[in-house]
C-alpha cells in the first residue's frame, strides 16, 4: 500500500511547542507514562539526509493523527507536523516522518530522542526512539 495516499497534513499537533526544558526532569510518575503505540520509529542512520520512518505494528484506522516530535538532550522540544490519515492503514505500514538533514554544530551532542505521539481517538499514545548526535563510530 502507498502510504503516501492515504495521509494529509493535520494542520494541528498534540504537542505544543515547547522551548526550554521541561519543569520536571525527575522520573515521571506512572500516570504520566503515555502507552506504547502501535508501531516504532525507525531512522537510517547511515543516510545523510537521516530519513525517518513510523511503522505501525498494527491496523490504524482512518483519522489517526501521528504526531512527530523532537527532544533535545535538555528535554527541551520542537513539534514537527502531523499527518492525519484518510483512510486505514494496515499493519506494517510505513511513514515518511520529517528528516533531519544535518546535525551540524547547532545541534546539542548526546541522545536525540525523535518520537511520535498516535491518537486514535481515545487517548494519546506514545512510540519513541533515541539516536546518537556528535558520536563518532570506532
Known sequence: METARIVR?????LRSLAVGPRAALAAPDAAQV???APGVIQMN???????????TAE???????????IMFPDRSEIPLEALELTDDAPAGSSFDLPQIRNFSSFWPAGFLTYGVLVNVGNGDLQAAADFPVGFARN
Open 59 to 69: 491496523r490504524l484506522p482512518k483519522g489517526t493523527v501521528i504526531s512527530p516530535f
Open 45 to 55: 542512520l547511515l543516510d545523510a539526509s537521516h530519513v525517518t520512518w513510523f511503522v
Open 9 to 13: 497534513p493535520s494542520g494541528r499537533t
Open 34 to 36: 503515555l502507552p506504547q
